[in-house]
DNA sequence: TCGAATACCTAGCGGGTACTAGGTTTCCGA
DNA sequence: TCGGAAACCTAGTACCCGCTAGGTATTCGA
């Protein structure tokens, strides 16, 4: 029920607050939860340690007000998208396309993911949630592009959204390891391309 | 120039390289490279933290040769499977089934390669030139399916390299995150099964 | 079987970790 | 403007980190 600002708090916290959690997202994206420090972030806003912690009650609350605020993003992100691109294909190209100039952001999301598959992780919970949630409203774009006959119909959708996730996040490790190596964008309009074809 | 052995030593000391490896792998699985501790792995194999740095030099050193021997383990992998299935299709189908009973393993790779994206990583280097290669590799193996007419010849060979592997490495993280929720081996079959068909 | 190499230990170093206690300064609404 | 809340600091806790120094016990080839 909490909106995460019902602590009210004076104009300048809630300047540091967004500071902090800016700070959080390029320390967390470079090592990881488990490898960033409080210290760090604290530094790079020009707060110690402590003047961190009177924002944000313990580094895993730090994290989890991260990932909350990055859904809201993710939401208005893709409804925007939504509006603005007829076809589920325009859509997710639109969104790889956005990813390509937020190399950050993509960085952040890849390490966390990955350190997340351990149960132990704050951000399990997140994660699997977030997965099951994008895998079903993307089989649901699938099947409806499969009604309108964009897609070709004999295919599952359910695997196909399973594939879609699979490529994105597989694009992304090889083009953060090295861009050059990889066009991210023109390759996953590829893939995508190919469902589009009838046998 | 070194196999990594050269150090000789007594039985024991082997048997308790390897064991310290295969702790290795298990810690570095759960938590990474940065999150795991070398105290954590000594404990697993009976020995204290000393004891351990007795049989390598440094945590880095630890996994470094915990990599050069996964190359071993599956370039040995690779050339089996290579001998008992013709088709590039089947090949990678077998890869996939062998980590769908590797859970262990895969775990590591992910979470390796999730942090190697950090410059500073130790195995930065490593996974650039895994990808790299293995980027090539696949690559190859297309552009043969292709001559012998079992690829569809107006795909690019090294889009579709980048694609298999991004497939690979996207349905692991789904798999990890939620064994049930993704039938990994038979969703990247079907993904293979989508690049034989001609338009 | 003897002795040098190996295996492994305890003790400790210097530094980092998240987090707390308790205080002072700054802000801003009543 | 005044007083309580908020912002933030210094100091400190208890613990973990990778790693080293220097010793003893074990192994195994000559």
Redesign the interface.
């Known amino acids: 029920m909490s909106t995460g600002r019902e602590r009210g708090g004076y104009a300048k916290g809630r300047e540091r607050r967004d500071a902090i959690l800016a700070a959080a997202n390029e320390v967390f994206a ?3 939860f ?2 960033a420090s409080l210290a760090t972030i604290a530094k790079q806003v020009g707060l110690t340690e402590p003047g961190l912690l009177h924002h944000f009650a313990s580094k895993e609350e730090l994290l989890l007000e991260l990932l909350e605020l990055r859904d809201q993003h993710d939401d208005e992100r893709i409804a925007q998208a939504r509006a603005a691109h007829t076809t589920l294909h325009d859509l997710l190209v639109e969104l790889c396309r956005q990813n390509a100039d937020r190399p950050g952001i993509v ?1 952040l999301f ?2 966390l ?6 149960e132990d992780h704050p951000a ?1 919970d997140w ?2 949630d977030r ?2 949630l994008r ?1 079903r409203q993307v089989a649901a774009g699938v099947a409806a592009e499969q009604d309108d006959g964009r897609i070709d119909p004999t ?2 959708a359910d ?1 196909i959204a ?2 879609i ?7 992304q ?2 083009w ?3 861009p050059r ?2 066009d991210m964008v ?2 996953f309009e ?2 995508l391309e ?2 589009r ?1 009838r ?1």
């Open positions: 470079k090592r990881g488990r490898g960085r890849t390490i993911a990955a350190e997340s598959v351990d399990h994660f699997f997965y099951t895998r295919l599952d695997a399973s594939q996730l699979a490529m994105f996040d597989g694009l490790i090889q953060l390891l090295d190596s990889v023109a390759v590829a893939f190919r469902l074809r046998r």
